[in-house]
């Protein structure tokens, strides 16, 4: 059987069976199609990208290519702040691939049904929403930010029901890992001291293998690469929306790209998501609340950190002051480095994801050929229109 040159192992199994659920995609998808495939970045996996892109069975759940072994992770999260146990509710976990230059990535079904962390949801994705997660992906990688990356967009033909009636898809979705400040809140909240220290080890060996058994080192290279992701959100604009800790990669990559926009002026308290009533997740805010998240990771490990160090306090203070030295170098050096670079102003995201919605995307390939292609001149460059003023983004469940 072709294995389309993929190269799955399955380590993340190798943790209690408390961290996820076997599962396989729970869709009934018959008629597959490609909305977007993302050929340039299937060659870097080395994956054999012409075959795949006959397969479009495959990225809709349709059908496991061979050596996955799907599980849904378990996790939780500080949503706006409450405690709330979570999981991959609409989302699965084909395997690790390994690329041929050694790299490890995830790769995720998401979008592929019902697990047993849905929570009521349909498990289901739609349309516009995935391809704002391409979009915007694409976007933070051609701009040089630590991110996930988006494979592919299938439709499925179906249905899915959200503020209205809206195409269903599944999306591809390649990451380091799905290892999230989440995870470590729920190890802390559900699992034994044992198992927690089984996860610090496992995502220090696979992200930061230099520091092995090193729980305040790991603590500390989080908050600097948090602290670089959010310098750069800041430089550029951006607005994640959503920085709930299930939605905080350990591994410092921008994640779950859900109510997110770029500004369209300048404003600290500029808020576009239409769930942050309470604008908790403001853009001037970011940076602090990047803190927070952190300060919820030194808890959840507080059990791994030798007393003879001295008391939990000084841990997290170092832990913060590292961060916000990195943070304010980092936004420093971007100022005075980086170049003036195209962004999507927000109406031509919501037009390009409009056409696409009734099956016309040369507007939304026009826009992926203008991120991708940040510092040329771009026919794109114009004033946000003038109803963008009430402008408001959606999570997509």
Known sequence: MNNFG??????????????YTKQVPNINVTKPKFAVFNHTLAEELGLDADALFKRPDIFAGATVPPGADPIAQAYAGY?????????????????????????????QLKGSGITPYSRGGDGRAALAPMLREFLFSEVMFYLGIPTTRTLA???TGETVMRQKPMKGAVLTRIAASHIRVGTFNFAAA?????ELRALADYAIRRHYPDLEGDYIGFLRAVAERQAELIAN?????????????????????????????????YGLDTVYSSIDTAGRYAYGKQPAIGAWNLARLAESMRPLIPSSIGNAKQVVDGVFEAYWDRFGNTLARLYREKGAAFVPRNNYVEEALAAAEHGDFAPFNALLD???NPYATSSFLNFPLKNQTDYKTFCGT
């Not at 559900?190 to 044992?194: L, P, V």
């Open 6 to 19: 993929i190269n799955f192992q399955n380590t993340y199994t190798s943790l209690s069976n408390i961290f």
């Open 79 to 107: 949503q706006f702040g409450h405690f709330t146990m979570l999981g991959d509710g609409r989302a699965v976990l084909l395997g690790e691939h390994i690329c041929p230059n050694g790299k490890i990535v995830d790769i």
């Open 153 to 155: 967009v299938v439709m």
């Open 190 to 194: 559900y699992a034994d001291e044992d």
């Open 233 to 265: 959100w800041i430089h550029r604009g951006f607005i994640h929306g959503v920085m709930n800790t299930d939605n905080v990669s350990i591994c410092g990559e921008t994640i779950d790209y859900g109510p997110c926009a770029f500004m369209d002026s």
């Open 370 to 372: 203008a991120v991708r």
